[in-house]
DNA sequence: CAAATGATAGGC
DNA sequence: CCTATCATTTGT
């Protein structure tokens, strides 16, 4: 959990047509293990949601109610299933997890799967430091006793 | 607040 | 095979 914590401040790169994205992140959640129920990963390894339960350091991207992806980096260590949702970025339209991706051309075809080695995609530390803030997650009532969780991060000024 | 919109998982 | 559901956004 503390890589989620660690991500808000760094920059998320994307080079995509000799083109470089940059921004750094705002926002991040985690999901992670068997006991959430609002991770995809909390039933067990399906074709989807596999890359959670490979190696840390890889990107791990769906499509959401048909319409927008999500972009997550898998983290902790093999056959445990974890992994951080971008939530939102410091760049024009890009406070929230579909429309970051929408922004950064970000797509499950080409960016699902990726070794976050700084080919395509990565995160970079500049050495930025931020005030943090722990929040509830959203849009996991569903998820039972474990929709209270403290598990979504925030640079305090957003 | 409700619609848009399609992949997915779980049930049959 | 069938369908309820979803880690969201946008417009009314």
Redesign the pocket.
Do not use: F, W
């Given at each position: 959990m503390e890589v989620t914590k660690d991500l808000i401040g760094k920059f998320l790169v994307h080079k995509i047509d000799g083109k470089i994205l940059a921004a750094e992140i705002t926002e991040t959640?985690a999901?992670a293990g068997f006991e959430d129920r609002?991770?995809?990963?909390s039933?067990?390894k399906?074709?989807?949601?596999e890359i959670?339960f490979g190696l840390p350091g890889f990107s791990?991207v769906?499509?959401?109610?048909?319409?927008?992806y999500?972009l997550?980096i898998v983290t902790e260590k093999k056959d445990y299933p974890a992994?951080v949702?971008i939530?939102g970025l410091d760049y024009p339209?890009a406070?929230?997890?579909?429309?970051?991706c929408?922004e950064f051309k970000i797509t499950?075809e080409i960016h699902n799967g990726l070794d976050l080695i700084g080919n395509i995609l990565w995160v970079e530390d500049r050495g930025i430091k931020r005030e943090i803030i722990a929040l509830k997650?959203?849009?996991?009532d569903?998820?039972g006793s474990s929709k209270d969780w403290l598990w979504r991060f925030k640079r305090k000024d957003h």
């Open positions: 959640e999901y609002a991770s995809h990963a039933r067990g399906t074709q989807r949601n959670m791990y769906y499509l959401i109610y048909g319409m927008y999500c997550n992994a949702l939530r339209n406070d929230g997890p579909g429309k970051l929408r499950k997650r959203v849009g996991v569903y998820a």
